[in-house]
């Protein structure tokens, strides 16, 4: 089955930058839409951005034209660049991947998750 593992967390300022990638063995991510995700403490999951098998794109609300998720299939992993970061953006973050054959899904469910790579935002 598809397996997946994020790196790239870390310690970083406010207005700081950091590139979280989530590489997949066993199965390519071809057919895969993908989502990340994130969990501070005492608060539940929440959705960050979701990027489809044909590369398309969105984000929630709270991280609009901060963050940039990408794929590259070559490499058969997905990225999640985070520029401008805030306190509030501490938590940990997990990819997650679905199978779609549509080209379009982008949705909340997925079927199989990361192991999570921790972020904080401090000065």
């Known amino acids: 089955q598809l397996q997946l593992v994020e790196s790239g967390g870390g310690l970083v300022q406010p207005g700081g930058s950091l590139r979280l990638s989530c590489a997949a063995s066993?199965?390519?991510?071809?057919?895969?839409?993908i989502g990340w995700f994130r969990q501070a403490p005492g608060k539940e999951r929440e959705g960050v951005s979701c990027i489809s098998t044909s590369g398309t794109p969105n984000y929630a609300d709270s991280v609009k034209g901060r963050f940039t998720a990408s794929r590259d299939n070559a490499k058969n992993t997905v990225y999640l660049q985070m520029n401008s970061l805030k306190p509030e953006d501490t938590a940990i973050y997990y990819c997650a991947a679905t199978r779609d054959y549509s080209g379009s899904y982008c949705g909340y469910h997925y079927d199989y998750w990361g192991q999570g790579t921790q972020v904080t935002v401090s000065s």
């Open positions: 066993k199965r390519t991510l071809d057919y895969y839409a």
